[in-house]
């Protein structure tokens, strides 16, 4: 298999000619399938023992984390933060105004594998909203987080939408899986959409999706920020 990726204009660059690569049409690959793989090798474990391996491990990681660690393996590195603004020495940690981030990582295996990666251009047949960058213009913060009830931009192509169809738009979608989807657009383009974050996403981690139905199409076709997004003040 190669990692495929086609071009599309850059709207992030001055040059009307600069174009950049985005994957497209590439596989996802679950726990059941890495296991299957692992069984088809000749192993002599058995799926459910392996299942119950990675069940532990992943608990095992999640309980680091809970205990504020940082954890470092060969696949990946996961260190905690604190974003957010404090407003002098005294100040603590209000949930309010701050959230606590996950940052990972590439550990050193998957860092090596890189170099591995076979490629293949390919025309992308199947366009869909493109989101490159989300600034939150009150604090022009970069594809990290947004202030709620703040004015915010996303950056990208084929953003446009209808307003009037609510399957279309902007949403923030939480870690529940529960939705929200914007309803003060400002500005509405291609290339940049402004609105106000909508006021009660106040905690927690969001993914960004933009929907829209694209010019001589049918189907709702969704972009998705490659980065979650936490509130802060």
Not at 97 to 109: E, F, K, T
Not at 187 to 192: A, D, I, L, R, T
């Amino acid at each position: 298999m190669t990692l495929r990726y086609g071009l599309i204009p850059n709207h992030l660059t001055d040059d009307p000619n600069d174009y950049m690569g985005v994957v497209t049409n590439n596989e996802s690959v679950t726990v059941d399938s890495i296991v299957e793989q692992m069984i088809g090798k000749g192993s002599t474990i058995t799926k459910a023992e392996a299942l119950s391996v990675i069940e532990e491990f992943e608990y095992a990681v999640v309980e680091a984390v809970k205990n504020g660690n940082s954890v470092n393996t060969q696949l990946f590195r996961i260190t905690p933060s604190v974003s957010g603004v404090f407003n002098d020495q005294n100040d603590g940690f209000d949930p309010a105004r701050h959230a606590v981030r996950l940052n990972l990582n590439a550990g050193s295996r998957l860092i090596e594998a890189i170099s591995d990666i076979e490629l293949r251009k390919v025309e992308i047949t199947s366009p869909q909203p493109i989101l490159q960058q989300f600034v939150d213009l009150k604090t022009n913060v970069i594809n990290e987080s947004f202030t709620a009830g703040q004015i915010a931009s996303i950056r990208g192509s084929l953003l446009k939408f209808d307003t009037g169809d609510t399957q279309q738009g902007i949403f923030f979608i939480a870690t529940d899986g529960s939705e929200t989807r914007v309803e003060n657009v400002v500005k509405n383009k291609p290339s940049e959409l402004l609105f106000f974050v909508p006021e009660n996403l106040t905690s927690g981690n969001f993914t960004v999706e933009v929907r829209t139905v694209l010019q001589n199409t049918k189907a709702v076709r969704k972009g998705i920020l490659p980065v979650d997004l936490v509130p802060t003040s």
